[in-house]
Structure formats: C-alpha cells, structure tokens
C-alpha cells in the first residue's frame, strides 16, 4: 500500500524486447518475478524506461496484466499516466484502476506542457482530473529544465491540495532544483514524498533529504538501492556509501548524454547479469556499439558486479 507521503524505492524497470522489437513476454514475467522479490516499495510500468511512448495501447495495457498477474500483491504496483489531453488520462487512470494498478506517476502532457513557464491552473487540473477518476494515489513528475513544466515552489504548493498527490519524482538531474523541491516540501501542510529520479546522484539526493527514490536504475541493482535507502534512513552512512560506490559508476555511466541511451545501456547491464537475452530496445531508439558494450562490461568486473 503506497501512503502520503510516499517514502522508500519505487523501481521504475525495463521493458525486454526480440532483435525485431517485439516484446518479450516471457522473460517480462521472469523479471517481475525477480524484482517483486527483492522487495522494493514498488514497481512503476509504462514509464519511460520501460519505452512507453513506443508501445501502443493495447501493448500498454498487456504490459500492465501481464506484471499484476506475476506480482500478485506482493509489492504496490503503478503505471505511468501517459497522455495527449487530460480526459483521455482520466480515462486511462480509471481504467488501469479497475485493472488493479494502485498509483499513477503523471507525464505531462506533451507538447502542451512544453516551454516555460506553464500556468499552475493547467498543472492543477490535469492531475485532479486523474485523481478524481481514479481515486488513487498520484505522483507528479518533475523534468530537467526545457523538457517539461517547472514546478516551482507555488505550484508544487497547489497540487499538494490534491489528495491523492503522495510525492512528486523530482527528476531534474540538478542539485539546486532537487534541494529547493526539498525545502518546499517540507514546508507543505499536506506533507509529500521527494522521490528522487536523478539516477546520477541517488545516494546524494537521499543524503540532502530525499524521502526515496522512483527510478529506472533501480530496474537492476534493485535490492542493493533498497539497502541504501534503510542504511541512509537508519544512520548508517557509511553502509549506504560502501553501496553507492560499487553501483554508482554503472549509473553514472548509463545516465551520461545523450541521455536518450540510457535504455540500451541498462539493457545491456541486464543482459550481462543474466536478466535478459537481449539489449533490443525498439526503433527510433538505436542499440549501442561494441565500445560501449566493452565498457559497460568493464565497470561491472571493476567493481565486483561481474564474474
């Protein structure tokens, strides 16, 4: 069950794929599997890292029966709220509701929401319409700077009236924007979780105050983010970093510009740890080269995480 404020680590998983980029539904069910038993506080498909954008509808929607019936309520389950208009995501809401998803991390609508700055009203609206369709736990999202609405401290503090707003996924890779979200936060009389979603500074984000993570690289290294999160939330620093170290050149690596290739670069990673058969990721989106398979490789002997 996800409460406000939502605290602790909500991985946010790939999506493997046939070299034709085909989904590959047997080895979907396997990693669920895999990952409800590492004992995340959640797990969130149809997010960017599981390539939403390129999947249809219907494929959205398997995607989402698919993992419930592998799940089975072992760990909350979520979709990304993907839409073009704000009644055709109330209506998806509602309907992954009935499902059995149990929270709904909001995309912004694109392009509207693109270009600043976006009227807070705009922001408001949308996700109290997916609130008030669902009836069911929500997190806003927030983007680097040009890539979607800022949500600054007056509009975080408007949506925060919205019920069912549990956390925002403070996703814009930069340390200013992240402690500024903090501080707001905090100050909220409707308290909400601070998520982090910068996959380059997870343990740091945590450290300045983040309440957890919703995030792609906990899609692998799932339980050892999860051991993180409890060392910071239990004092034990150092336990937290000795983590970090071995785990965050992966991240930090995956995660370097063009930041677009993150999904092949973790697919490769989960193909190296036996995840998946393949990095295949789906066109427009391009795989990576031999150089930097070689690498990814590389990092993970460097750091203990590959025999």
């Known amino acids: 069950m996800l409460n406000r404020p939502c605290h602790g680590v909500i991985a946010a998983p790939f999506l493997p794929m046939h070299a034709d980029g085909e989904i590959d539904w047997p080895c979907l069910e396997r990693y669920m599997d895999w990952l409800a038993a590492q004992n995340p506080t959640g797990i ?3 997010m960017d890292a599981s390539e939403v954008i ?7 929607d398997q995607v989402i029966r698919t993992c419930l019936g592998v799940v089975k309520g072992r760990v909350p389950f ?3 709220i993907v839409a073009g208009s ?13 499902m059995g998803v149990e929270g709904f991390p909001v995309f912004p609508p694109f392009p509207t929401f693109s270009g600043a700055p976006v009227p807070g009203e705009m922001i408001y609206r949308y996700h109290k319409a997916i609130a008030d369709a669902a009836k ?5 999202f927030q983007f680097p700077k040009g890539w979607g609405p800022d949500y600054t401290p007056d509009i975080l503090r408007r949506i925060a009236d919205i019920p069912e707003l549990i956390a925002i996924k403070e996703a814009s890779f930069d340390v200013a924007q992240t402690l500024s979200t903090i501080e707001v936060a905090a100050d909220l009389p409707r308290k909400i979780g601070v998520l982090t979603g910068s996959d380059t500074f997870i343990f740091e984000a945590m450290m300045m105050g983040c309440n957890g993570a919703l995030i792609g690289f906990a899609g692998t290294f799932t339980g050892e983010l999860v051991a993180m999160h409890a060392s910071v939330q239990e ?5 937290a970093r000795a983590i970090w170290q071995k ?3 992966i991240a930090r690596y995956c995660w370097r510009p063009p930041i677009r290739d993150f999904r092949p670069r973790m697919k490769e990673v989960l193909r190296l740890q036996g995840h998946f058969p393949s990095a295949a990721v789906r066109e427009p989106q391009l795989g990576i080269d031999d150089t930097e398979r070689a690498k990814i490789r590389s990092l993970m002997i460097e750091n203990g995480l590959l025999q």
């Open 44 to 46: 969130a498909m149809n």
């Open 54 to 60: 390129a999947l249809s509808e219907e494929e959205q």
């Open 78 to 80: 979520l979709s990304g």
């Open 86 to 98: 704000t009644q055709a995501a109330a209506r998806k809401a509602e309907r992954y509701a009935r």
């Open 136 to 140: 069911l736990p929500i997190i806003c």
């Open 235 to 239: 004092g034990d620093t150092s336990k």
């Open 247 to 249: 785990i965050g050149p």
